[in-house]
């Protein structure tokens, strides 16, 4: 098993910036992959950005040059950093932490981008 914790997000103004952090504790292997996704009202869970622990990055399209998945691998955390924030961005974020023992998420973390 794998907990995950999350902290940040909250309301963003237009062109704003939030940071996400995520805590893995748990039955947590060597190798592998931890990512954010986000969910908006109405519409499936997307991938936004993943990194192995090999720091490998993903990121989808519609966040590429704004958006930052960075990870420490002694601390067991992820980070996103959210720049040039958009209302299409406003969404529940997710953490997750795939490896052999398994795929866990986290409970998830509102972000609101409004002016």
């Known amino acids: 098993q794998v907990q995950l914790v999350e902290s940040g997000g909250g309301l963003a103004q237009p062109g704003g910036s939030l940071r996400l952090s995520c805590a893995a504790s748990?039955?947590?292997?060597?190798?592998?992959?931890m990512g954010w996704y986000r969910q908006a009202p109405g519409k499936q869970r997307e991938l936004v950005a993943t990194?192995?622990?090999?720091?490998?990055?993903t990121y989808a399209d519609s966040v590429m040059g704004r958006f930052t998945i960075s990870r420490d691998n002694a601390k067991k955390t992820v980070a996103l950093q959210m720049s040039s924030l958009k209302p299409e961005d406003t969404a529940v974020y997710y953490c997750?932490?795939?490896?052999?023992?398994?795929?866990?998420w986290g409970q998830g973390t509102q972000v609101t981008v409004s002016s």
């Open positions: 997750r932490h795939s490896s052999y023992d398994g795929t866990y």
């Open positions: 748990g039955r947590i292997f060597s190798d592998n992959v």
């Open positions: 990194v192995t622990s090999g720091g490998t990055r």
